[in-house]
């Protein structure tokens, strides 16, 4: 079952128009992946899907609902959870804060209780730095905590912005094990915009490749991997 299912999707900036008639679908329980040059419209598509842009045309449909238009605390109260490009952690409260942020939606204080245990078992870090600012973080750790902070939410769905940015590349790979591991044990559904097309064609199972605000290309990463004009675009190889 397709738990994510986007229709013709069209946003814009006034007249700069981002996306132009986007269509994807991504079932339950697995990892997308959308890359793309600079300015292709990755970002727009994600704030689209997460309610912060309303769209001009198409559908977003999540689960068993339409989702177009609606506001963004309603989209994350139905399970589906933007990770901002650039972390945008709260820097003058301490991680554990900006943890308990991730939930305000829920009620169901134990289960927040529980989960704020499990996030701290998959970034330890979290746990030893919990009293600190999250501004004294270093940008690995931001990330690590906006990552944190959008599984409070208890989320069926992940939108992951370029989790890699400005991270070494032994730093990303630590990341991109744990979202790995968050998709497997949880069985959290993953779409994921990245700069490193390596690394994401690696770990997700389905890739679409944006231009110009339109998908060229889409198919199994497996299958993406082995394309030569891929290879040469994006993975640098010939
Ligand atoms: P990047 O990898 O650089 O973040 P992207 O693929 O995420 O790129 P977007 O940030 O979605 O691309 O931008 C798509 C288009 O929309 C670009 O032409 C960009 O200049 C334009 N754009 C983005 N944000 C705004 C804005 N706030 N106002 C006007 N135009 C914008």
Do not use: W
Request: net charge neutral; glycine share 10%.
């Amino acid at each position: 079952m397709n738990l994510l299912e986007v229709a013709n999707l069209e946003s814009a900036y006034g007249p700069v128009k981002a996306v132009r008639g986007v269509s994807l679908a991504v079932p339950e329980g697995r990892i997308a992946t959308v890359l793309g040059p600079n300015g292709a419209g990755k970002t727009t598509l994600l704030k689209t899907l997460s309610g912060i842009i309303d769209p001009k045309r198409g559908s977003v449909r999540f689960g068993e609902q339409d989702i177009t238009g609606r506001d963004p605390s309603h989209i994350v109260r139905m399970g589906l959870v933007q990770v901002p490009e650039g972390r945008e952690v709260f820097p003058l409260l301490s991680v554990r804060d900006n943890l308990l942020m991730g939930a305000y939606t829920r009620t169901d204080r134990d289960g927040v209780a529980r989960d704020l245990e499990v996030v701290q078992g998959y970034f330890p870090i979290l746990r030893e730095r919990a009293t600190q600012d999250a501004g004294l973080l270093s940008g690995g750790q931001q990330q690590m905590l906006a990552i944190a902070r959008a599984l409070m939410a208890a989320p069926k769905m992940i939108l992951l912005d370029e989790p890699s940015l400005g991270l070494s590349p032994k730093l990303t790979q630590e990341i991109f094990d744990i979202v790995l591991r968050i998709n497997r044990e949880r069985g959290t559904t993953l779409l994921i915009v990245e700069q490193n097309a390596h690394l994401a064609l690696g770990v997700a199972d389905l890739g679409f490749i944006l231009e110009n605000g339109r998908i060229v290309v889409e198919g199994a990463c497996a299958v993406l991997r082995e394309r030569a004009d891929i290879q040469e675009f994006y993975l640098g190889l010939q």
